[in-house]
């Protein structure tokens, strides 16, 4: 029995590890190339711009490499990660993207699973606020709420569904937080009443 036990955890454990990567594998060849084109057309008519969005876009490829070797991070490092990746979509969306970001100094070294909000952020903005000809805003906050970690990403766009395209990232994310968090580990989508979409990541406070 304890023999059975053990394998199972070492399955669990792989298949979490092969989820992180498959995420990856789906997040990073768009991002990679949209940014390599938005980058060599500004070369020559913005080329400040196109060093900014390459700075930053190899500060985030920097990152997200290192996170493929962890099998967690602090919230501190995953909100720097996310931050790089806004300002790579800053530049090209220009003032069609508005970013808040919220990360209390006390939850700044909480331990995560790497890349968890990484989804749920690029859902908001390919399927929220893209389509949308004004744009709009993504807002990324963390909190303590009754001995839990809330982690939440909502946008002001036309909403994000649960199917399709979207709904592979977002099963990966709900995979991942069964295989940590077990039955405790949630992923709440709701729509919000001033538009947009909130996206809710909870589970208990990790020991400190």
């Known amino acids: 029995l304890d023999a059975e ?12 590890l092969a989820n992180l990567r498959a995420l990856q594998a789906q997040i990073e060849p768009h991002f990679l190339f949209n940014t390599l084109a938005n980058a060599t057309s500004l070369v020559d008519s913005d080329p400040a711009r196109a060093r900014h969005m390459l700075e930053a876009f190899i500060r985030f490829l920097r990152g997200s490499l290192a996170a493929t070797r962890r099998s967690t991070t602090t919230l501190a490092d995953e909100f720097a990660l996310l ?14 993207l508005a970013t808040s970001v919220d990360l209390p ?5 909480t331990s ?14 390919r399927h929220g606020l893209e389509p949308k000809v ?24 036309a909403g994000i569904s ?13 995979e991942r937080l069964r295989l940590a968090h077990g039955d405790a580990g949630r992923l709440v989508l709701r729509g ?16 400190a």
């Open 5 to 16: 036990r053990l394998r199972a955890e070492r399955v669990e454990r792989q298949a979490a």
């Open 134 to 157: 004004e744009g709009g805003t993504v807002s990324i906050v963390a909190r303590r709420e009754d001995g839990r970690l809330v982690l939440e990403v909502a946008d002001t766009g």
């Open 162 to 174: 649960d199917s399709g395209s979207d709904g592979v990232g977002l099963d990966n994310v709900r």
């Open 83 to 96: 931050q790089d990746y806004l300002e790579v979509l800053k530049v090209r969306m220009r003032d069609r």
């Open 105 to 109: 100094a006390e939850l700044a070294g």
């Open 112 to 125: 995560v699973p790497p890349m968890l909000l990484q989804p749920l952020v690029e859902n908001a903005i």
């Open 192 to 207: 919000s009443p001033a538009g947009g979409t909130v996206a809710t990541i909870s589970f208990p406070m990790p020991a």
